[in-house]
């Protein structure tokens, strides 16, 4: 997969991808601008197709289910790569911002796990897989680390408070091979970064 930059911003949650948001990220795909992250060539890939992705989001305080258009592309070396941009989070269908609202919740205990659970329709289990990837990746973070920021609660509203959300994205998977939440990996196409990245 490739990593496009979206969150160029502040992000306050919670956080509703408008449609307009999706057509510009579906408009802004430039495939041969692309590195190949197998290989790491610039410039040799091509067009391959196009799926759509449920995604769920919130709006007016409400779970939202939606499809987006994602772009696959094709490197000369054969392999393809999907165009994810950085409010998704590969493998899961809830986007970044609805799952860090609901981290946000749960951890400030504004809800019970009842309450938020059947108020933005998950599952118990979905909301404590997210709260140990939460934590997993929270050890991953040297700024966590650094900060000396104990509580996830703390965790949560430093990461917030980054001016460009995006920095954060990018550079969480520039050094851990994994975007930020991401618990499952396909070797094929994202074990490792493009040579020279
Ligand atoms: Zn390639």
């Given at each position: 997969?490739?990593?496009?930059?979206?969150?160029?911003?502040?992000?306050?949650?919670?956080?509703?991808?408008?449609?307009?948001?999706?057509?510009?990220?579906?408009?802004?795909?430039?495939?041969?601008?692309?590195?190949?992250?197998?290989?790491?060539t610039?410039?040799?890939?091509?067009?391959?197709?196009?799926?759509?992705?449920?995604?769920?989001?919130i709006?007016?305080?409400?779970?939202?289910?939606?499809?987006?258009?994602?772009?696959?592309?094709?490197?000369?070396?054969?392999?393809?790569?999907?165009?994810?941009?950085?409010?998704?989070?590969?493998?899961?269908?809830?986007?970044?911002?609805?799952?860090?609202?609901?981290?946000?919740?749960?951890?400030?205990?504004?809800?019970?796990?009842?309450?938020?659970?059947?108020?933005?329709?998950?599952?118990p289990?979905?909301?404590?897989?997210?709260?140990?990837?939460?934590?997993?990746?929270?050890?991953?973070?040297?700024?966590?680390?650094?900060?000396?920021?104990?509580?996830?609660?703390?965790?949560?509203?430093?990461?917030?408070?980054?001016?460009?959300?995006?920095?954060?994205?990018?550079?969480?998977w520039?050094?851990?091979?994994?975007?930020?939440?991401?618990?499952?990996?396909?070797?094929?196409?994202?074990c490792?970064?493009?040579?020279?990245?």
């Amino acid at each position: 997969m490739i990593r496009k930059k979206l969150l160029n911003f502040k992000l306050n949650l919670p956080f509703f991808v408008s449609d307009a948001e999706l057509e510009r990220f579906r408009d802004s795909a430039v495939p041969f601008r692309e590195r190949c992250p197998h290989c790491g060539t610039r410039g040799k890939c091509r067009f391959f197709a196009v799926y759509g992705r449920s995604i769920v989001d919130i709006m007016d305080g409400r779970p939202c289910c939606r499809t987006m258009i994602v772009a696959r592309v094709r490197c000369d070396c054969g392999h393809t790569h999907a165009l994810l941009p950085d409010f998704i989070v590969p493998y899961r269908q809830y986007t970044l911002p609805f799952i860090l609202h609901i981290l946000k919740l749960y951890f400030s205990r504004s809800m019970t796990v009842q309450a938020l659970c059947g108020s933005f329709w998950i599952s118990p289990p979905t909301l404590y897989e997210w709260k140990h990837a939460f934590a997993m990746h929270r050890s991953w973070w040297p700024a966590f680390v650094r900060s000396g920021h104990k509580g996830f609660l703390d965790t949560l509203v430093l990461l917030l408070s980054s001016p460009v959300f995006s920095d954060f994205t990018s550079g969480f998977w520039r050094q851990t091979l994994f975007s930020f939440l991401q618990t499952h990996a396909n070797p094929a196409n994202c074990c490792r970064l493009p040579p020279g990245w």
